[in-house]
DNA sequence: CGCACCTTTGAATGAGATCAAAGATGGTGG
DNA sequence: CCACCATCTTTGATCTCATTCAAAGGTGCG
Protein backbone atom coordinates (compact mmCIF):
# COMPACT_ATOMS: atom_id res chain seq x y z
CA UNK A 1 0.00 0.00 0.00
CA UNK A 2 1.84 3.52 -1.08
CA UNK A 3 1.73 6.70 0.45
CA UNK A 4 -1.90 8.05 1.97
CA UNK A 5 -0.88 11.09 1.15
CA UNK A 6 0.25 10.53 -2.39
CA UNK A 7 -3.52 8.85 -2.92
CA UNK A 8 -5.24 12.68 -2.03
CA UNK A 9 -2.96 14.35 -4.34
CA UNK A 10 -3.77 12.00 -6.87
CA UNK A 11 -7.43 13.40 -6.40
CA UNK A 12 -5.95 16.39 -8.08
CA UNK A 13 -3.54 15.33 -10.48
CA UNK A 14 -1.01 12.76 -12.19
CA UNK A 15 1.83 12.32 -9.89
CA UNK A 16 5.19 11.87 -11.88
CA UNK A 17 6.94 8.73 -10.83
CA UNK A 18 9.50 10.55 -8.87
CA UNK A 19 7.00 12.65 -6.91
CA UNK A 20 5.11 9.43 -5.91
CA UNK A 21 8.66 7.65 -4.49
CA UNK A 22 9.60 10.67 -2.52
CA UNK A 23 5.79 10.61 -0.93
CA UNK A 24 6.01 6.69 -0.34
CA UNK A 25 9.75 7.41 1.00
CA UNK A 26 7.65 10.13 3.51
CA UNK A 27 5.50 7.53 5.10
CA UNK A 28 6.66 4.56 6.67
CA UNK A 29 4.94 3.83 9.52
CA UNK A 30 0.99 3.56 10.47
CA UNK A 31 -0.36 4.60 13.87
CA UNK A 32 -3.64 3.70 15.87
CA UNK A 33 -5.86 5.69 17.58
CA UNK A 34 -8.82 5.16 19.64
CA UNK A 35 -11.84 6.87 19.71
CA UNK A 36 -11.74 9.87 21.94
CA UNK A 37 -8.13 9.55 21.90
CA UNK A 38 -6.02 12.85 21.50
CA UNK A 39 -3.35 12.57 18.50
CA UNK A 40 -2.57 16.64 19.50
CA UNK A 41 -3.16 18.42 22.42
CA UNK A 42 -3.50 22.63 22.26
CA UNK A 43 0.59 24.01 23.75
CA UNK A 44 1.81 20.53 23.23
CA UNK A 45 5.09 20.60 21.09
CA UNK A 46 4.16 17.58 18.62
CA UNK A 47 7.24 16.36 16.45
CA UNK A 48 5.04 15.06 13.69
CA UNK A 49 2.50 15.64 11.02
CA UNK A 50 0.28 13.19 10.33
CA UNK A 51 -2.23 11.78 6.83
CA UNK A 52 -5.68 10.34 8.04
CA UNK A 53 -5.68 6.81 6.74
CA UNK A 54 -8.86 5.94 7.97
CA UNK A 55 -11.34 7.29 10.80
CA UNK A 56 -12.85 10.42 11.54
CA UNK A 57 -10.67 13.06 13.65
CA UNK A 58 -11.94 16.63 14.93
CA UNK A 59 -9.46 19.81 15.49
CA UNK A 60 -10.73 22.24 18.00
CA UNK A 61 -9.61 25.29 20.32
CA UNK A 62 -10.34 25.48 24.03
CA UNK A 63 -11.90 28.29 25.30
CA UNK A 64 -11.81 30.31 27.77
CA UNK A 65 -14.87 29.25 29.74
CA UNK A 66 -14.68 25.60 29.10
CA UNK A 67 -16.32 24.66 26.47
CA UNK A 68 -14.52 24.00 22.62
CA UNK A 69 -14.99 25.31 18.90
CA UNK A 70 -14.35 22.35 16.78
CA UNK A 71 -12.70 23.56 13.67
CA UNK A 72 -12.50 21.00 11.27
CA UNK A 73 -13.45 17.19 10.66
CA UNK A 74 -10.51 15.40 9.32
CA UNK A 75 -11.49 12.46 7.34
CA UNK A 76 -9.21 9.69 4.93
CA UNK A 77 -6.09 11.55 3.59
CA UNK A 78 -6.34 15.05 4.97
CA UNK A 79 -3.32 16.30 6.45
CA UNK A 80 -2.96 16.78 10.08
CA UNK A 81 -0.95 19.01 12.21
CA UNK A 82 -0.11 21.52 9.20
CA UNK A 83 0.22 24.61 11.66
CA UNK A 84 3.15 23.00 12.67
CA UNK A 85 4.79 24.63 9.90
CA UNK A 86 3.70 27.54 11.29
CA UNK A 87 4.47 27.35 15.29
CA UNK A 88 6.09 25.29 17.41
CA UNK A 89 3.24 24.89 20.12
CA UNK A 90 0.24 23.61 18.51
CA UNK A 91 -2.44 26.06 18.44
CA UNK A 92 -4.76 23.34 18.37
CA UNK A 93 -6.20 19.95 19.59
CA UNK A 94 -6.96 17.06 17.18
CA UNK A 95 -8.69 13.98 18.60
CA UNK A 96 -9.98 10.86 16.93
CA UNK A 97 -14.09 10.70 16.93
CA UNK A 98 -13.94 6.76 15.88
CA UNK A 99 -10.81 4.58 15.87
CA UNK A 100 -8.60 5.99 13.72
CA UNK A 101 -5.22 4.86 11.43
CA UNK A 102 -2.73 7.70 10.98
CA UNK A 103 0.92 7.85 9.21
CA UNK A 104 3.18 10.06 10.50
CA UNK A 105 5.88 12.00 9.32
CA UNK A 106 8.16 14.31 10.47
CA UNK A 107 8.75 18.13 9.62
CA UNK A 108 12.16 17.66 8.14
CA UNK A 109 10.95 15.04 5.73
CA UNK A 110 8.07 17.33 4.76
CA UNK A 111 11.08 19.60 4.24
CA UNK A 112 13.10 17.80 2.13
CA UNK A 113 9.86 16.93 0.19
CA UNK A 114 9.13 20.35 -0.39
CA UNK A 115 12.59 20.59 -1.90
CA UNK A 116 12.60 18.76 -3.97
CA UNK A 117 9.59 18.73 -5.66
CA UNK A 118 8.44 22.07 -5.89
CA UNK A 119 4.97 21.35 -7.58
CA UNK A 120 4.03 19.07 -4.59
CA UNK A 121 4.64 22.69 -2.03
CA UNK A 122 2.31 24.25 -4.57
CA UNK A 123 -0.82 22.05 -4.76
CA UNK A 124 -0.03 21.36 -0.41
CA UNK A 125 -0.41 25.10 -0.37
CA UNK A 126 -3.55 25.24 -2.67
CA UNK A 127 -5.07 22.18 -0.33
CA UNK A 128 -4.25 25.07 2.84
CA UNK A 129 -5.78 27.86 0.94
CA UNK A 130 -8.68 26.13 -0.12
CA UNK A 131 -9.28 24.77 3.75
CA UNK A 132 -8.25 28.15 4.64
CA UNK A 133 -11.86 28.78 2.62
CA UNK A 134 -13.83 26.36 3.77
CA UNK A 135 -12.79 27.77 7.15
CA UNK A 136 -14.04 31.24 5.94
CA UNK A 137 -17.42 29.80 5.19
CA UNK A 138 -17.58 28.36 8.36
CA UNK A 139 -17.14 31.74 10.35
CA UNK A 140 -19.46 33.24 8.00
CA UNK A 141 -22.28 30.61 9.09
CA UNK A 142 -21.36 30.74 12.63
CA UNK A 143 -21.35 34.47 12.40
CA UNK A 144 -24.86 35.87 10.71
CA UNK A 145 -27.02 32.86 10.12
CA UNK A 146 -29.89 31.06 12.11
CA UNK A 147 -28.83 28.07 14.05
CA UNK A 148 -30.68 25.79 11.65
CA UNK A 149 -28.92 26.65 8.45
CA UNK A 150 -25.44 26.42 10.48
CA UNK A 151 -26.42 22.72 11.38
CA UNK A 152 -27.59 21.91 7.97
CA UNK A 153 -24.50 23.46 6.58
CA UNK A 154 -22.31 21.02 8.62
CA UNK A 155 -24.21 18.36 6.75
CA UNK A 156 -23.26 19.57 3.56
CA UNK A 157 -20.15 19.44 4.11
CA UNK A 158 -19.77 16.65 6.00
CA UNK A 159 -21.59 15.33 3.04
CA UNK A 160 -19.63 16.79 0.37
CA UNK A 161 -16.13 15.90 1.76
CA UNK A 162 -17.36 12.38 2.86
CA UNK A 163 -18.34 11.50 -0.66
CA UNK A 164 -14.49 12.47 -1.65
CA UNK A 165 -13.35 9.45 0.08
CA UNK A 166 -16.23 7.09 -0.97
CA UNK A 167 -17.96 7.60 2.69
CA UNK A 168 -21.53 8.22 1.44
CA UNK A 169 -23.60 5.60 -0.29
CA UNK A 170 -27.15 6.49 -1.68
CA UNK A 171 -26.77 10.50 -0.16
CA UNK A 172 -26.71 8.53 2.97
CA UNK A 173 -23.25 8.17 5.58
CA UNK A 174 -23.01 7.29 8.89
CA UNK A 175 -22.33 10.22 11.41
CA UNK A 176 -20.50 9.35 14.20
CA UNK A 177 -21.10 12.59 15.97
CA UNK A 178 -23.03 13.26 19.21
CA UNK A 179 -25.25 16.48 19.56
CA UNK A 180 -22.33 17.77 21.67
CA UNK A 181 -19.96 17.62 19.05
CA UNK A 182 -21.91 18.74 16.62
CA UNK A 183 -22.86 21.75 18.65
CA UNK A 184 -19.48 22.40 19.59
CA UNK A 185 -18.63 22.56 15.96
CA UNK A 186 -21.23 25.04 14.94
CA UNK A 187 -21.49 27.22 18.07
CA UNK A 188 -24.90 25.78 19.73
CA UNK A 189 -25.69 24.07 22.69
CA UNK A 190 -26.45 20.21 22.50
CA UNK A 191 -30.29 21.06 23.42
CA UNK A 192 -30.23 23.37 20.54
CA UNK A 193 -28.64 21.09 17.78
CA UNK A 194 -31.16 18.55 18.86
CA UNK A 195 -33.88 20.88 18.03
CA UNK A 196 -32.65 22.03 14.72
CA UNK A 197 -32.18 18.03 13.83
CA UNK A 198 -35.80 17.69 14.48
CA UNK A 199 -36.74 20.57 12.58
CA UNK A 200 -34.65 19.31 9.59
CA UNK A 201 -36.15 16.16 9.97
CA UNK A 202 -39.95 17.52 10.20
CA UNK A 203 -39.16 19.68 7.42
CA UNK A 204 -38.22 16.53 5.19
CA UNK A 205 -34.77 18.04 4.25
CA UNK A 206 -33.41 14.71 6.41
CA UNK A 207 -33.76 11.66 7.44
CA UNK A 208 -31.85 9.55 10.37
CA UNK A 209 -31.87 5.81 11.61
CA UNK A 210 -29.65 4.53 13.90
CA UNK A 211 -26.50 7.02 13.39
CA UNK A 212 -27.29 7.29 9.10
CA UNK A 213 -28.11 10.53 8.39
CA UNK A 214 -29.97 10.97 4.56
CA UNK A 215 -29.94 13.94 3.11
CA UNK A 216 -33.29 14.00 1.04
CA UNK A 217 -33.41 16.95 -0.78
CA UNK A 218 -29.23 18.07 -0.89
CA UNK A 219 -30.40 20.69 -3.89
CA UNK A 220 -32.77 22.11 -1.63
CA UNK A 221 -30.57 22.01 1.65
CA UNK A 222 -27.58 23.57 0.00
CA UNK A 223 -29.39 26.29 -0.97
CA UNK A 224 -31.27 27.20 1.85
CA UNK A 225 -28.28 27.16 4.08
CA UNK A 226 -25.69 28.60 1.85
CA UNK A 227 -23.47 26.01 1.36
CA UNK A 228 -20.51 25.96 -1.01
CA UNK A 229 -18.64 23.09 -2.13
CA UNK A 230 -14.39 23.41 -1.38
CA UNK A 231 -13.65 19.91 -2.36
CA UNK A 232 -12.56 21.24 -6.14
CA UNK A 233 -9.91 22.86 -6.14
CA UNK A 234 -7.77 24.41 -9.50
CA UNK A 235 -4.37 22.55 -10.32
CA UNK A 236 -3.84 24.70 -14.19
CA UNK A 237 -1.39 27.17 -12.62
CA UNK A 238 0.90 24.66 -10.90
CA UNK A 239 4.87 24.48 -11.74
CA UNK A 240 6.13 21.50 -13.51
CA UNK A 241 6.45 17.80 -11.93
CA UNK A 242 10.02 16.81 -11.37
CA UNK B 1 12.26 50.91 -3.56
CA UNK B 2 12.19 46.84 -3.67
CA UNK B 3 9.61 44.22 -3.44
CA UNK B 4 6.54 45.02 -1.10
CA UNK B 5 6.49 41.22 -0.34
CA UNK B 6 10.54 40.98 -0.24
CA UNK B 7 10.06 43.57 3.04
CA UNK B 8 7.65 41.29 4.53
CA UNK B 9 9.27 38.07 4.14
CA UNK B 10 12.29 39.43 5.44
CA UNK B 11 10.63 39.80 9.03
CA UNK B 12 10.72 36.36 9.15
CA UNK B 13 13.78 35.36 7.54
CA UNK B 14 17.34 36.70 5.89
CA UNK B 15 16.79 36.83 2.29
CA UNK B 16 19.62 35.59 -0.26
CA UNK B 17 20.99 37.78 -2.88
CA UNK B 18 19.10 35.52 -5.15
CA UNK B 19 15.91 35.32 -3.70
CA UNK B 20 15.22 38.90 -3.23
CA UNK B 21 15.81 39.64 -6.60
CA UNK B 22 12.90 36.82 -8.21
CA UNK B 23 10.90 38.83 -5.51
CA UNK B 24 12.07 42.01 -6.74
CA UNK B 25 11.21 41.04 -10.28
CA UNK B 26 7.52 39.86 -9.18
CA UNK B 27 6.53 43.28 -8.95
CA UNK B 28 7.19 45.78 -11.72
CA UNK B 29 3.81 47.76 -11.30
CA UNK B 30 1.80 49.70 -8.29
CA UNK B 31 -1.89 50.65 -8.75
CA UNK B 32 -3.86 52.81 -6.39
CA UNK B 33 -6.97 51.71 -5.27
CA UNK B 34 -9.66 54.75 -3.39
CA UNK B 35 -11.35 54.37 0.19
CA UNK B 36 -14.34 51.91 -0.81
CA UNK B 37 -12.99 50.56 -4.15
CA UNK B 38 -13.41 46.85 -4.60
CA UNK B 39 -10.03 45.15 -5.50
CA UNK B 40 -11.61 41.99 -5.97
CA UNK B 41 -15.24 40.86 -6.30
CA UNK B 42 -16.75 37.74 -4.72
CA UNK B 43 -17.15 35.37 -7.79
CA UNK B 44 -14.82 37.18 -10.14
CA UNK B 45 -12.07 35.59 -11.99
CA UNK B 46 -9.31 37.91 -11.37
CA UNK B 47 -6.41 37.39 -13.16
CA UNK B 48 -3.68 38.53 -10.40
CA UNK B 49 -2.59 38.30 -6.83
CA UNK B 50 -1.02 41.59 -5.10
CA UNK B 51 1.37 42.70 -2.72
CA UNK B 52 -0.56 45.38 0.18
CA UNK B 53 1.68 48.55 -0.11
CA UNK B 54 0.15 50.94 2.04
CA UNK B 55 -3.55 51.03 3.23
CA UNK B 56 -6.15 49.31 4.77
CA UNK B 57 -8.66 46.50 3.10
CA UNK B 58 -10.65 43.73 3.91
CA UNK B 59 -11.53 40.25 2.40
CA UNK B 60 -15.42 39.73 3.11
CA UNK B 61 -17.99 37.13 1.79
CA UNK B 62 -21.58 38.26 1.15
CA UNK B 63 -24.24 35.91 3.54
CA UNK B 64 -27.50 35.08 2.18
CA UNK B 65 -29.45 37.53 3.68
CA UNK B 66 -27.62 40.84 2.32
CA UNK B 67 -25.50 41.22 5.08
CA UNK B 68 -21.30 40.43 4.65
CA UNK B 69 -18.80 38.44 7.03
CA UNK B 70 -15.66 40.51 6.71
CA UNK B 71 -12.93 37.83 7.24
CA UNK B 72 -9.81 39.80 7.56
CA UNK B 73 -8.05 42.86 7.83
CA UNK B 74 -5.55 43.50 5.19
CA UNK B 75 -2.32 45.42 5.86
CA UNK B 76 0.79 46.48 4.84
CA UNK B 77 3.11 43.25 3.30
CA UNK B 78 -0.05 41.46 3.60
CA UNK B 79 -0.75 39.16 0.58
CA UNK B 80 -4.28 39.50 -1.32
CA UNK B 81 -5.88 36.97 -3.79
CA UNK B 82 -4.22 33.97 -2.48
CA UNK B 83 -7.54 32.09 -2.79
CA UNK B 84 -6.95 32.30 -6.59
CA UNK B 85 -3.94 29.36 -6.53
CA UNK B 86 -7.19 27.17 -4.98
CA UNK B 87 -10.06 28.61 -7.44
CA UNK B 88 -10.45 30.18 -10.35
CA UNK B 89 -13.81 31.83 -8.58
CA UNK B 90 -12.66 34.22 -6.06
CA UNK B 91 -14.58 33.00 -3.40
CA UNK B 92 -14.19 36.21 -1.47
CA UNK B 93 -14.35 40.32 -2.19
CA UNK B 94 -11.77 42.07 -1.13
CA UNK B 95 -12.03 46.02 -1.11
CA UNK B 96 -9.84 49.00 0.40
CA UNK B 97 -10.66 50.43 3.50
CA UNK B 98 -8.67 53.48 3.44
CA UNK B 99 -6.76 54.69 0.15
CA UNK B 100 -4.72 51.78 -1.00
CA UNK B 101 -1.14 51.20 -3.00
CA UNK B 102 -0.92 47.71 -4.18
CA UNK B 103 1.67 45.34 -6.41
CA UNK B 104 0.32 43.34 -8.66
CA UNK B 105 1.32 40.06 -9.90
CA UNK B 106 0.23 36.78 -12.07
CA UNK B 107 -0.25 33.66 -10.84
CA UNK B 108 2.56 32.50 -13.88
CA UNK B 109 5.36 34.20 -12.31
CA UNK B 110 4.15 33.15 -8.74
CA UNK B 111 4.63 29.37 -9.92
CA UNK B 112 8.44 30.51 -11.71
CA UNK B 113 8.91 31.85 -8.07
CA UNK B 114 7.73 28.64 -6.27
CA UNK B 115 9.83 26.16 -8.93
CA UNK B 116 12.66 28.32 -8.20
CA UNK B 117 13.06 28.94 -4.67
CA UNK B 118 11.62 26.15 -2.33
CA UNK B 119 11.83 27.94 0.50
CA UNK B 120 10.19 31.05 -0.52
CA UNK B 121 7.15 28.35 -0.97
CA UNK B 122 7.64 26.73 2.40
CA UNK B 123 7.48 30.50 4.04
CA UNK B 124 4.48 31.43 1.98
CA UNK B 125 2.99 27.87 3.09
CA UNK B 126 3.55 28.91 6.51
CA UNK B 127 1.98 31.98 6.37
CA UNK B 128 -0.71 31.34 4.87
CA UNK B 129 -1.35 28.70 8.01
CA UNK B 130 -0.93 31.41 10.48
CA UNK B 131 -3.58 33.01 8.75
CA UNK B 132 -5.43 29.80 8.67
CA UNK B 133 -4.80 29.74 12.65
CA UNK B 134 -5.81 33.28 12.76
CA UNK B 135 -9.26 32.47 11.40
CA UNK B 136 -9.63 30.04 13.01
CA UNK B 137 -9.28 31.88 16.62
CA UNK B 138 -11.76 34.38 15.34
CA UNK B 139 -14.08 31.37 14.75
CA UNK B 140 -13.82 30.23 18.28
CA UNK B 141 -14.42 34.01 19.44
CA UNK B 142 -17.59 34.46 17.07
CA UNK B 143 -18.99 31.31 17.98
CA UNK B 144 -18.51 31.54 21.79
CA UNK B 145 -17.86 34.41 23.23
CA UNK B 146 -19.65 37.76 24.15
CA UNK B 147 -20.03 40.80 22.30
CA UNK B 148 -17.66 42.70 24.29
CA UNK B 149 -14.94 39.70 23.94
CA UNK B 150 -15.32 39.83 19.96
CA UNK B 151 -14.92 43.51 20.19
CA UNK B 152 -12.11 43.54 22.18
CA UNK B 153 -10.11 40.81 20.49
CA UNK B 154 -10.86 42.45 16.66
CA UNK B 155 -8.91 45.55 18.89
CA UNK B 156 -5.74 43.30 20.04
CA UNK B 157 -5.38 41.98 16.64
CA UNK B 158 -5.07 44.86 14.91
CA UNK B 159 -2.87 46.35 17.12
CA UNK B 160 -0.66 43.22 16.84
CA UNK B 161 -0.79 42.70 13.48
CA UNK B 162 -0.28 46.87 13.07
CA UNK B 163 2.51 47.05 15.33
CA UNK B 164 4.61 44.64 12.43
CA UNK B 165 4.41 47.23 10.05
CA UNK B 166 4.81 50.71 12.55
CA UNK B 167 1.37 51.49 12.62
CA UNK B 168 1.10 51.88 15.97
CA UNK B 169 2.75 54.25 18.36
CA UNK B 170 2.32 54.21 22.15
CA UNK B 171 -0.35 51.73 22.04
CA UNK B 172 -2.17 53.90 20.12
CA UNK B 173 -3.77 53.64 16.35
CA UNK B 174 -5.89 55.01 13.71
CA UNK B 175 -8.79 53.00 13.67
CA UNK B 176 -10.91 54.12 9.77
CA UNK B 177 -13.56 51.34 10.53
CA UNK B 178 -17.00 52.40 10.89
CA UNK B 179 -19.05 50.40 13.60
CA UNK B 180 -20.86 49.07 10.94
CA UNK B 181 -17.71 47.46 9.91
CA UNK B 182 -16.42 46.51 12.98
CA UNK B 183 -19.69 44.26 13.51
CA UNK B 184 -19.55 43.02 9.90
CA UNK B 185 -16.27 41.43 10.97
CA UNK B 186 -17.03 40.39 14.42
CA UNK B 187 -20.64 38.99 13.40
CA UNK B 188 -22.62 41.87 15.87
CA UNK B 189 -25.33 44.71 14.17
CA UNK B 190 -23.16 48.05 14.44
CA UNK B 191 -26.01 49.32 17.34
CA UNK B 192 -24.49 46.71 19.70
CA UNK B 193 -20.69 47.29 18.57
CA UNK B 194 -21.57 51.07 19.44
CA UNK B 195 -22.63 49.39 22.98
CA UNK B 196 -19.65 47.03 23.39
CA UNK B 197 -16.96 49.98 22.61
CA UNK B 198 -18.16 52.45 25.39
CA UNK B 199 -18.40 49.47 27.94
CA UNK B 200 -15.18 48.94 27.23
CA UNK B 201 -14.40 52.67 27.47
CA UNK B 202 -15.73 52.88 30.87
CA UNK B 203 -14.09 49.79 31.90
CA UNK B 204 -11.04 51.36 31.23
CA UNK B 205 -9.63 49.28 28.50
CA UNK B 206 -9.62 51.34 25.99
CA UNK B 207 -9.50 55.14 25.26
CA UNK B 208 -11.04 57.23 21.97
CA UNK B 209 -10.39 60.42 20.20
CA UNK B 210 -10.62 61.03 16.65
CA UNK B 211 -10.48 58.02 15.38
CA UNK B 212 -8.03 56.89 17.43
CA UNK B 213 -8.07 54.14 19.81
CA UNK B 214 -5.73 53.55 22.49
CA UNK B 215 -5.28 50.07 24.12
CA UNK B 216 -4.80 51.33 28.28
CA UNK B 217 -4.23 48.20 29.52
CA UNK B 218 -3.66 45.87 26.61
CA UNK B 219 -2.38 42.88 28.50
CA UNK B 220 -5.33 42.71 31.13
CA UNK B 221 -7.85 43.59 27.61
CA UNK B 222 -5.18 40.38 26.43
CA UNK B 223 -6.22 38.12 28.79
CA UNK B 224 -10.07 38.90 29.12
CA UNK B 225 -10.39 38.72 25.47
CA UNK B 226 -8.74 35.58 25.18
CA UNK B 227 -6.47 36.71 22.37
CA UNK B 228 -3.54 34.98 20.61
CA UNK B 229 -1.16 36.52 19.08
CA UNK B 230 -0.53 34.61 15.31
CA UNK B 231 2.45 37.36 13.76
CA UNK B 232 5.32 35.59 14.75
CA UNK B 233 6.11 31.92 12.73
CA UNK B 234 8.44 29.42 12.63
CA UNK B 235 11.30 29.25 10.63
CA UNK B 236 13.50 26.42 11.66
CA UNK B 237 12.06 23.55 9.57
CA UNK B 238 12.25 25.21 6.22
CA UNK B 239 14.69 24.23 3.17
CA UNK B 240 18.38 26.02 2.75
CA UNK B 241 17.72 29.18 0.30
CA UNK B 242 18.76 28.98 -3.23
C1' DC C 1 -28.83 -6.16 34.31
C1' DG C 2 -27.25 -1.84 35.39
C1' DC C 3 -24.63 2.10 34.61
C1' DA C 4 -22.87 5.80 31.38
C1' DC C 5 -23.77 8.40 27.95
C1' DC C 6 -26.75 10.29 24.63
C1' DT C 7 -31.16 12.14 23.01
C1' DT C 8 -35.42 14.37 23.71
C1' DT C 9 -38.69 17.60 25.75
C1' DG C 10 -40.36 21.59 28.65
C1' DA C 11 -40.08 26.15 30.97
C1' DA C 12 -37.63 30.32 32.20
C1' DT C 13 -33.99 33.54 31.21
C1' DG C 14 -31.01 36.50 28.76
C1' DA C 15 -27.78 38.44 25.19
C1' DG C 16 -28.01 40.53 21.19
C1' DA C 17 -31.17 41.96 17.25
C1' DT C 18 -34.36 45.11 15.56
C1' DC C 19 -36.73 49.39 15.15
C1' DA C 20 -36.67 54.22 15.74
C1' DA C 21 -34.75 58.60 16.18
C1' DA C 22 -31.70 62.14 17.95
C1' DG C 23 -26.75 64.05 18.00
C1' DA C 24 -21.94 64.43 15.68
C1' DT C 25 -18.90 64.84 12.13
C1' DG C 26 -16.99 65.91 7.89
C1' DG C 27 -16.79 66.74 3.10
C1' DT C 28 -18.74 69.63 -0.78
C1' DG C 29 -20.24 73.27 -3.29
C1' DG C 30 -22.01 77.78 -3.34
C1' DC D 1 -16.20 80.68 5.01
C1' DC D 2 -20.35 78.80 5.83
C1' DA D 3 -24.46 75.95 5.02
C1' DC D 4 -26.03 71.64 3.85
C1' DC D 5 -26.23 66.91 3.19
C1' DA D 6 -24.55 62.31 3.83
C1' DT D 7 -22.62 59.29 6.82
C1' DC D 8 -21.52 57.79 11.25
C1' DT D 9 -22.31 57.49 16.26
C1' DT D 10 -25.18 57.29 20.20
C1' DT D 11 -29.26 56.19 22.96
C1' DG D 12 -33.78 54.08 24.15
C1' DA D 13 -37.54 50.50 23.90
C1' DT D 14 -39.01 46.15 22.49
C1' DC D 15 -38.63 41.56 20.68
C1' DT D 16 -36.59 36.99 19.59
C1' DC D 17 -33.65 33.27 19.10
C1' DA D 18 -30.74 30.57 21.52
C1' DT D 19 -29.15 29.46 26.28
C1' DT D 20 -29.74 27.57 30.63
C1' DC D 21 -31.70 24.60 33.90
C1' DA D 22 -34.15 20.51 34.77
C1' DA D 23 -35.64 15.99 34.05
C1' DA D 24 -37.49 12.10 31.56
C1' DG D 25 -36.67 8.46 27.82
C1' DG D 26 -33.19 5.54 24.92
C1' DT D 27 -29.29 2.86 23.81
C1' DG D 28 -25.28 0.25 24.05
C1' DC D 29 -21.74 -1.78 26.55
C1' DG D 30 -19.39 -4.21 30.30
Redesign the interface.
Known amino acids: MGSCLAERLSDHLRLSQSERDSLDRLEEQERHFRRGAVVIREHDRPRELFIVRSGWLHSS?A???G?R?I?RLKFAGDIIG???????ES??TVAAVTDAALCPFG??R???L??EH??I??L??????????A??????S????PARARVGALLCEISARLRQTGGVEDDRFLLPLTQEEIGDA??LTAVHVNRMMRTLVEEGLIERQNGYVRLLDEQRLITEV?Y?D?TA??TG????PR
Do not use: C, H, K, Y
Open positions: VLGNGQMLPLLAFTPEREFAAVAPRAAILSLAVAERALADRLAIGRTTGNVRIEWLPP
